[in-house]
């Protein structure tokens, strides 16, 4: 026992290198899951204040968005980012895509408290942005303290200071620096890109160097940097998103030249197969006969070019197959753009030069070009339209009956009475035809190839029938119901399918107005037209296309604005950016040119 008591013998080196080896791999397998798990917490919370940030900021723009009287077109117009380049200098990107401007409703503040004293009024001006101490937080009465509703003040108009989201620089005297994501940055110098909201006024000098055109400011690209005009945009801007360790952009370089693409954009939405439908129902009245709706709409208007209208026809030589017409952008020979409708490559109708030269028509006629195109029609990308209606315009009749009105077809009353009486009981009426390609005297009834007279479109003027002081004087004749009874006195009916030609033979697309005849039992009696030569004279319109006929359209639309939202909030302890993206698209009620 002594010898066991008295003895001096430890651990070996070995021993203690053994258990601090062991000890270490036990502390590793302990402390390495506990320190992951931090890591993923907050990660975890990174990643939850991103989303909070990009959901709360998309719920405002596109709530303001759908509120707004009217929102800017602002697809042609960059703005500047500042940036430096591969070597270090500094440089100015424009970015498309990273602002959008609005017009809101005119707000007025209302209490609702019932503490409110009863001898003060309860509604009060919405604070004006322009004021230096402007304040976007909710306000509070005056008279009791309570918070204050704001809304939408009566009669609704638009207000008078522009709402505009932007991307621009934390500190916009400062260039770009990102130190996660670049080494040559300089920690703790981060200034980085974040998404902000800004009233403002154009005519407000503090924001714009008065040298600057009003009418050019909403499209100013350097707004937010020129000294020292960006102190005072700074004032002005609240960040819609969290401002610390976020960026909103990515970059990269070409050669020296940096290319910046944002997270957040305000992009006009693309939109393909859309079917166009008519903007009006087929009506079943005789007088329509067969005839198509003239205008298709789309969903949406307000297109941007390029864009397609595409149009299937049942090919009647082919039966079982079809024929496929599109519109298209293309040059003429003198290299100028224009949009035509193309069938297997070739032009059948310049969409573009008929436009143009209608526009600058007296009588709202354009040249058609290639001549009697097999399909016409217009595009209006405001409206998001194809119009089949085309106006047919004899500009030397209408000259020579003064220029006062657009004139397709001029006739005289001896010639209708005397075909009348000539005819016996074959017809009942004292007729006259339009749209007849066999009549060698019109030279500009088919403008159309297989066109129609569209129901609706004519306009009659002949010598007024009624006994009196006004017999003989021209007067507007009125349409009547086609199968109800037989035209009094300065009346008409119209027969779009009547399709026999001046020669007695069936010709496609001949129209028949007929003229009141109030026949008696005897053979080519009736009342007739006041006599006079050259003294019958109508307008009316044409269409080529055919019911069965379907349009789709491709297009990009500024009526519906896709909002991408796009969020990158780097984690300070790794420095791995958690990203975030939301997409929303919000139908625009009214867009500003």
């Known amino acids: 026992m002594k010898r066991f008591l008295k003895s001096n013998k430890g651990f070996t080196l070995l021993e203690i290198l053994i258990v601090i080896a062991l000890t270490v791999i036990v502390l590793g397998l302990v402390f390495i899951p506990v320190t992951r798990t931090f890591e993923f917490t907050r990660q975890a919370e990174v990643m939850v ?214 997270t957040v954009k305000f992009m006009p939405t693309a939109v393909y197969n859309d079917p166009m439908v008519p903007t009006v129902e087929k009506s079943d009245a005789p007088e329509f006969g067969d005839a198509p709706p003239t205008v298709y709409k789309a969903t949406y208007g307000h297109w941007v070019l390029p864009y397609e209208v595409m149009l299937l026809r049942k090919d009647p030589k082919n039966p079982g197959s079809h024929i496929l017409y599109k519109t298209a952008q293309s040059t003429d020979g003198n290299g100028n753009p224009f949009i035509g409708i193309f069938r297997d490559g070739k032009l059948i109708f310049n969409i573009t030069k008929y436009l143009a030269t209608k526009n600058t028509s007296k009588y709202g006629a354009g040249i058609i070009e290639p001549a009697k195109p097999e399909v016409a029609f217009t595009i209006d990308p405001v409206k998001g339209t194809a119009n089949f209606a085309f106006p047919v315009v004899n500009d030397q009749i209408s000259s020579r009956a003064g220029g006062t009105m657009a004139i397709s077809k001029m006739g005289s009353t001896d010639d209708i009475n005397a075909a009348y009486i000539s005819s016996g009981y074959r017809d009942r009426y004292r007729r006259f035809l339009i749209n007849d390609p066999t009549d060698t005297s019109d030279p500009v009834s088919e403008i159309l190839l297989n066109a129609r007279v569209v129901p609706m479109s004519e306009r009659v ?98 009526s519906l604005i896709t909002v ?30």
């Open 49 to 262: 204040r991103t989303q909070d940030n990009a959901r709360i900021a998309m719920e405002q723009i596109s709530r303001d968005l759908a509120d707004a009287m009217y929102v800017f077109d602002n697809t042609r117009d960059p703005i500047n980012f500042k940036v430096k380049d591969a070597t270090g200098r500094t440089v100015f990107v424009p970015v498309y895509y990273a602002k959008i401007d609005l017009v809101l409703p005119r707000m007025r503040c209302y209490c609702t408290s019932p503490k409110h004293p009863n001898n003060q009024p309860r509604d009060f001006p919405r604070h004006d942005p322009s004021n230096p101490d402007f304040d976007e937080s909710a306000p509070r009465c005056k008279y009791d303290g309570s918070l204050l509703e704001i809304r939408p003040a009566e009669p609704l108009a638009p207000d008078t200071f522009i709402v505009r989201y932007f991307i621009g620089l934390r500190d916009p005297t400062a260039e770009y620096s990102n130190s996660y994501a670049s080494k040559t940055a300089v920690p703790g110098t981060d200034n980085m890109f974040v998404l902000y909201r800004a009233e403002f006024s154009l005519y407000d000098d503090n924001l714009f160097d008065p040298s600057i055109p009003v009418q050019d400011r909403l499209s100013y690209p350097n707004f937010f940097y020129d000294e020292p005009y960006c102190k005072r945009w700074k004032q002005i801007s609240r960040p819609m998103v969290t401002v610390e360790n976020t960026d909103l952009v990515n970059i990269r370089f070409e050669g020296v030249n940096p290319i910046v693409m944002p």
């Open 461 to 558: 003027v002949a010598p007024c029938a009624t006994p009196g002081s006004n017999y003989g004087k021209p007067i507007l004749y009125s349409r009547t119901p086609l199968y109800c009874y037989e035209p009094d006195y300065n009346q008409y009916k119209l027969d779009i399918d009547y399709g026999i030609g001046g020669n007695g033979t069936p010709c496609e697309g001949v129209a028949a107005i007929f003229f009141h005849s109030l026949q008696t039992q005897e053979r080519g009696s009736g009342v007739p037209l006041p006599p006079g030569k050259d003294n019958v004279f109508v307008f009316y319109q044409v269409q080529n296309n055919l019911a069965d006929d379907t349009l789709r359209a491709n297009y990009v639309t500024k």
């Open 564 to 593: 991408t939202l796009g969020i990158k909030m780097y984690d300070p302890a790794s420095g791995k950016p958690q990203n975030i993206e939301l997409t929303n698209k919000v139908r625009i009620r009214n867009v500003a040119s």
